[in-house]
């Protein structure tokens, strides 16, 4: 962190002593106050619920720029990434900070490709649930359920466990994912198969079936791959901060990447793909385009508590660049399976382009996010809606793996313990149950 020149400085208008706070810079973005030092100097916390100014780490893997658009891992602009990379790749740059070279590729993806099965008593676990079991209800089960199993390497203190349980959980993933999907439809396992690329992999272990071969259809799989580049990481968001608080616990990776996939089952997070396919099918029933203005109506009325499912974040007030990289792989996937004429994909555009010059869109700055067209792509290819969010935790998870490992080795880290500001009942003496 580079000092500023600037400091802040804090006056109170009751006279009490002034407060210097140092400022710092980042590489790029904005400056950050340093308020470590506020409760011990003025016995007062500051108040950010939601965290809407407040930087939680110093951190060197995802910038986002929410004004601009922009989403960087690493330094390198996500369109670039999408382009000329897959996605083992740029899990090499999110864990190590940079691209690997030819050889380095090749080494990690055969690392990857040799963890990409899990121990056989994992399919046991699968069996308590009931087959409509949601898929992150599986999922939140299974990614902790794997620290039973690698006693050898839960010590997150030690860099050579926090690498061997990084590999183990890029690799399994997809296996468990595809799981909980064979699962729910009562089809049996299909094991990895190492002469295929990640996404392939995770697309045969899916669609295949022991009863015949399966060829994926390479258009399908650069799309998956796509989808898993374009959510890999993004900053501090919920699940990030909630996989950076567990684990500053110092509990195994296991246990800290399930509590992240446990957050990103939330609707307004990770959730919000499979809403937002939902809501477009709901507006298909009502009567397709000729009915979203109504559905718009109910979207301004805050009574409904209607949302647009797919629309606004945090922090993009413009245009999220994941969302128009996932717009053209819908095009690119609905022309390779002749489904451009898709209801669903033109009520999507039609329902974007009037949120786009409506007034009540524009003013709140609510854009299109990466949720809205990737519930589109997703089921084009075929994946259930309820798998959506399972995917993104996929994806995900080596940028909860980067950003946790970020955090542990930083020296400055310490077990993460927000305060409150208290307005409950003040001290009060218990009354025997005959006098209450
Ligand atoms: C992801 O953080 C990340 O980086 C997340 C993510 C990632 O990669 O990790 O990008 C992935 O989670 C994307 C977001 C997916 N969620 C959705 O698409 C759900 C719909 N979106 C909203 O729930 C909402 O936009 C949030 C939760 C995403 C952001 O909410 P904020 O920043 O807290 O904004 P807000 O709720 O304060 O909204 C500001 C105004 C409000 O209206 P007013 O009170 O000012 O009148 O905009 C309205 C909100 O009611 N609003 C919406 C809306 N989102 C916000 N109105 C209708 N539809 C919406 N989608």
């Known amino acids: 962190m580079t000092p ?14 002034t407060m210097d706070l140092p400022i710092y810079k980042g590489s790029i973005g904005p400056d ?23 930087a939680s780490c110093n951190s060197t893997i995802t910038y986002i720029d929410g004004d601009k658009g922009e989403l960087l891992y690493r330094g390198y602009p996500i369109e670039q990434l999408a382009e000329n990379c897959d996605y083992l790749e740029t899990c090499y740059l999110l864990l ?5 070279n030819a050889t380095q590729k090749t080494d990690f993806t055969k690392l990857v490709t040799n963890h990409t099965m899990v121990n056989e008593q994992m399919q046991f ?6 087959r409509d079991a949601h898929p992150m209800a599986i999922m939140t089960g299974l990614v902790g359920a794997l620290s039973a199993f690698y006693h050898d390497s839960t010590d997150i203190h030690n860099a050579e466990h926090r690498d061997i349980s990084a590999i183990r959980l890029i690799a399994k993933m997809p296996t468990l994912v595809a799981m909980a999907y064979k699962y729910t439809i009562g089809q049996p396992y299909i094991y990895p198969k190492n002469d295929l690329t990640y996404a392939g992999n995770f697309m045969r272990m899916m669609f295949a079936t022991p009863c015949e071969d399966y060829q994926p259809n390479d258009v399908l799989v650069r799309a998956m791959d796509r989808i898993f580049i374009l959510h890999a990481d993004h900053e501090q ?16 990776p296991f246990a800290a990447i399930a509590a992240g996939v446990a957050c990103l ?10 809403a937002a396919l939902n809501m477009l099918e709901d507006v298909r029933k009502m009567g ?12 301004k009325d805050k009574n409904s508590n209607v949302k647009l499912m797919g629309f606004g974040h945090r922090v993009y007030k413009n245009y999220d660049p994941r969302a128009k990289l996932m717009r053209e792989t819908c095009h690119e996937v609905l022309d390779a399976l002749g489904l451009h004429d898709d209801p669903i994909f033109k009520l999507a555009m039609a329902l974007e382009k009037i949120a ?15 949720d809205f067209y990737s519930g589109i792509v997703q089921r084009a290819i075929g994946i259930p809606v309820s798998l959506f969010t399972a995917i993104f935790a996929l994806a995900r998870t080596v940028g909860w793996i980067a950003q946790l490992n970020e955090m542990i080795g930083d020296p400055e880290y310490k077990i993460g313990r927000p305060r409150q500001l208290f307005n409950g009942a003040t001290a009060r003496d218990v009354m025997p149950i005959a006098r209450r």
């Not at 100097?41 to 100014?53: A, E, N």
């Not at 676990?125 to 009931?130: E, M, T, Y």
């Not at 089952?265 to 793909?273: K, R, V």
């Open 96 to 100: 190590k900070g940079e691209l690997p």
């Open 288 to 299: 397709g385009v000729e009915k979203i203005g109504e559905f718009i109506k109910q979207v």
């Open 237 to 252: 968001n919920a699940s990030t901060s909630t996989v950076r608080l567990c684990g500053s616990s110092g509990t195994n």
């Open 32 to 54: 950050v106050i340093d308020i470590r030092k506020l409760y011990a100097q003025t016995g007062k916390f500051t108040y950010d619920p939601g965290f809407l100014s407040t």
């Open 4 to 17: 500023s020149d600037v400091k802040a400085t804090l006056s109170f208008s009751d006279g009490s002593p």
């Open 125 to 130: 676990f699968l069996r308590g649930f009931r």
């Open 265 to 274: 089952w939330g609707p307004a997070h990770g959730g919000a793909n499979e």
């Open 356 to 370: 786009l010059e409506d007034e009540y869109f524009v003013s709140r700055k609510l854009y299109p996010n990466v």
